[in-house]
Nanobody, 122 residues
Framework: QVQLVESGGGLVQAGGSLRLSCAAS????????MGWFRQAPGKEREFVAA????????YYPDSVKGRFTISRDSAKNTVYLQMNSLKPEDTAVYYCAASQLITLVPAAYNYWGQGTQVTVSS
């Protein structure tokens, strides 16, 4: 079992930055691919970023590539999402998730946090 708790969301103006954190419980954190997803009202959950177990590989969709950076600190059992140059269309609830596969598909993630709201004003 892995429990995930996100933090760091909030209200920011367009062009600003936020850093989300996801603290994981359990001794097996380093064996999971970690991902970030987001969901805006009325829309499907969308892949935002993923990082491999070693941290050596990261994955992003074109919509956030070059603006968002995912990283992980195994000593702290924490994964981060640094978000720069934020746009109003980035507004959503952001979720952290863990998977035993290297995957970008939400259904393949076994564990999810409760989500943190990010609102970008224009």
């Amino acid at each position: 079992q892995v429990q995930l708790v996100e933090s760091g969301g909030g209200l920011v103006q367009a062009g600003g930055s936020l850093r989300l954190s996801c603290a994981a419980s359990g001794r097996t954190f380093s064996s999971y691919t970690m991902g970030w997803f987001r969901q805006a009202p009325g829309k499907e959950r969308e892949f935002v970023a993923a990082i491999s177990t070693s941290g050596g590989s990261t994955y992003y969709p074109d919509s956030v590539k070059g603006r968002f950076t995912i990283s992980r600190d195994s000593a702290k059992n924490t994964v981060y999402l640094q978000m720069n140059s934020l746009k109003p269309e980035d507004t959503a609830v952001y979720y952290c998730a863990a998977s035993q596969l290297i995957t970008l598909v939400p259904a393949a993630y076994n564990y999810w946090g409760q989500g943190t709201q990010v609102t970008v004003s224009s």
